[in-house]
C-alpha cells in the first residue's frame, strides 16, 4: 500500500491568532500603578536671600529621627495621635500664647471677615528615616487637614467636603483650611 503525504497546515494565519491575543492582553490586563503622595507643591521662590520671620508660637515643629521616632514640639509623639494634635494646634485659639496667633480677613465669598489662623506645620526627616514611617506622617498630616476641611464644608454647606461638586464651594473651603506644610531638607539629626 502507497504511503499518503500528509497535508500541509498553513501557518500564517497562526501568527495572526498570536498577534490578535497578544493585543487582546496587552489591551485588557491591568498594570500596576506607583502611587504617590497628592500634593501640590509651592511655585519657586523668586528671592531666596528673603528671610521670613515666623513666630516661634506659629509653627508646630514635627522631627522624625532616623529610629522612625517622632517629637511633636520637642516631645514624644506617635502617628495615631498627630492628626488631632495638628488639627488642636491649627484651630483657633484667640489670646492663647501657647498656640498660634490668629488674624482677621476678609473672604469676599462670605462678604465678612473670619477668624484664621496664622499656624504652620514644619516637618523635618533625618536622613535615615524610613520610607514608611515618612508616608505614614504625610498621610495624618493630609487626615488632619482633611477633617478640618469636613468641619468648615459642615459648617457652610452641611455636607462632607468630598462631596462638594461646586468648584467655587470647594475654593472656599480651601482658603479657609490652607494645607500650611513646611518641609525641611533631611538631614543627619539623630545618627547614621
Given amino acids: 500500500m502507497a504511503r499518503r503525504a500528509a497535508p500541509e497546515i498553513n501557518a500564517g494565519s497562526m501568527a495572526d491568532i498570536a498577534f490578535l491575543l497578544l493585543i487582546f492582553f496587552l489591551v485588557t490586563t491591568t498594570m500596576d500603578t506607583d502611587i504617590g503622595i497628592t500634593r501640590i507643591l ?30 511633636v514640639n520637642g516631645k514624644p509623639a506617635t502617628v495615631e495621635n498627630l492628626p488631632q494634635r495638628v488639627e488642636d494646634f491649627m484651630a483657633l485659639h484667640p489670646n492663647d500664647p501657647n ?48 477633617e478640618m476641611k469636613d468641619q468648615e464644608s459642615m459648617r457652610y454647606y452641611g455636607v462632607p467636603f468630598k462631596d462638594l461638586v461646586n468648584q467655587k464651594k470647594i475654593d472656599l473651603i480651601n482658603k479657609l483650611v490652607p494645607i500650611r506644610v513646611s518641609e525641611a531638607e533631611p538631614e543627619n539629626v539623630g545618627g547614621q
Avoid: C, W
Avoid at 504652620?120 to 504625610?138: F, P
Fill in 99 to 146: 498656640f498660634p496667633e490668629v488674624k482677621e480677613e476678609y473672604i469676599p465669598e462670605l462678604g465678612k471677615k473670619v477668624m484664621m489662623t496664622k499656624g504652620v506645620v514644619s516637618l523635618k526627616n533625618d536622613r535615615g528615616t524610613s520610607y514608611e514611617m515618612y508616608i505614614k506622617v504625610q498621610n495624618a498630616l493630609a487626615k488632619a487637614f482633611d
Fill in 42 to 71: 509651592p511655585p519657586p521662590v523668586k528671592n531666596k536671600d528673603t528671610h521670613v520671620d515666623v513666630k516661634d508660637r506659629n509653627v508646630l515643629k514635627i522631627l522624625i529621627n532616623s529610629h522612625d521616632l517622632m517629637l
